[in-house]
T-cell receptor, first 117, second 110 residues
Framework: AQKITQTQPGMFVQEKEAVTLDCTYD???????LFWYKQPSSGEMIFLIY??????QNATEGRYSLNFQKARKSANLVISASQLGDSAMYFC??????????????FGQGTELSVKP | DGGITQSPKYLFRKEGQNVTLSCEQN?????MYWYRQDPGQGLRLIYY???????QKGDIAEGYSVSREKKESFPLTVTSAQKNPTAFYLC?????????FGQGTRLTVV
């Protein structure tokens, strides 16, 4: 069965520094997609970045990058140059299958990031 | 603007009542999902649908029901059988590498 694990309940980072949020996953399906979301205190889920299992390069979106290590089944989110507005909950998610043959989209327990001025 | 709309934003339910949460998307996405989130917790999957007129149970489907009569719409009914319905409910839709959420509905039992 598919599984997502985020082992860091809370993290602190100094403003302008980089931070890595850990995510490991488990699946027997060779085709899958990995997503990262940001959830501020308002509750909305903001899509940050996507990595497909067949993608050769690590995904990047502005200050966000995904350190994808397929053999280790890890998909860590790296936020460069942290800003105060980055303080929020961050969730890693996985969907088995690709395109329109995909199934469940499951989430980890989340990491609460606090950025210090 | 394309997106996902959930309504209402806040909903109050009396004990023993059924209530329906609305989720509409104009992104032309095939797959839609419903999640429940309790305070300080992650998202738990209630139901999901890959195509019209078909849906599957997630991990916590008991006490909930859904329908998918149109591609754009995936309403969730919280029935009286759900003993602890107070939570934040989120709807999502997915196509290829896009997976977007609505703004959520906060349901409270009074």
């Amino acid at each position: 069965a598919q599984k997502i694990t985020q082992t860091q309940p809370g993290m602190f980072v100094q403003e302008k520094e980089a931070v890595t949020l850990d995510c490991t996953y488990d699946t027997s399906d060779p085709s899958y997609g990995l997503f990262w979301y940001k959830q501020p205190s308002s509750g909305e889920m903001i899509f940050l970045i996507y990595q497909g299992s067949y993608d050769q390069q690590n995904a990047t979106e502005g200050r966000y990058s995904l350190n994808f290590q397929k053999a280790r089944k890890s998909a860590n989110l790296v936020i460069s140059a942290s800003q105060l507005g980055d303080s929020a909950m961050y969730f890693c998610a996985m969907r088995e299958g690709l395109w329109n043959q995909g199934g469940k989209l499951i989430f980890g327990q989340g990491t609460e990031l606090s950025v210090k001025p | 603007d394309g997106g996902i709309t959930q309504s209402p934003k806040y909903l109050f339910r009396k004990e023993g009542q059924n209530v329906t949460l609305s989720c509409e998307q104009n992104l032309n996405h095939d797959a839609m999902y419903w999640y429940r989130q309790d305070p300080g917790q992650g998202l738990r999957l209630i139901y999901y649908s890959q195509i019209v007129n078909d849906f599957q149970k997630g991990d916590i489907a008991e006490g909930y029901s859904v329908s998918r009569e149109k591609k754009e719409s995936f309403p969730l009914t919280v029935t009286s059988a759900q003993k602890n319905p107070t939570a934040f409910y989120l709807c999502a839709s997915i196509q290829l590498t896009e997976a977007f959420f609505g703004q959520g509905t906060r349901l409270t039992v009074v």
